[in-house]
């Protein structure tokens, strides 16, 4: 069982910042992906930004360029920076993880992001 935590989300304005953060716990083997996806109301879940435990990464192209995915694997934490925000980025993002098993996906409980014109 892999259980997550999200942090850091919250209200900003348009054009500044925010760091999401999610450490993840439990049976978790030391090569796996972890991620970020978010889902605004009515719409469906997307991916975000995605990374290996060599450190391949992995962008939408609405966030390219704009948020920075980084992890830590000694805590099994994976972090995402996001700058520049826009209204648009506002949404529920999830922490992802396939805990190192292929094919098992696991999810936090969310963060919300709040971006204002």
Sequence with gaps: QVQLVESGGGLVQAGGSLRLSCAASGSIFS???M???RQAPG???ELVARISSGGN???ADSVKGRFTISRDNTKNTVYL???S???EDTAVYY???DGG???RTYWGQGTQVTVSS
């Design 31 to 33: 090569v796996n992906v």
């Design 35 to 37: 991620g970020w996806y």
């Design 43 to 45: 719409k469906q879940r």
């Design 57 to 59: 990464t992995n962008y």
């Design 81 to 83: 920076q996001m700058s």
């Design 85 to 87: 925000l826009k209204p």
């Design 95 to 97: 922490c992802h993880t």
């Design 101 to 103: 098993r292929i094919g």
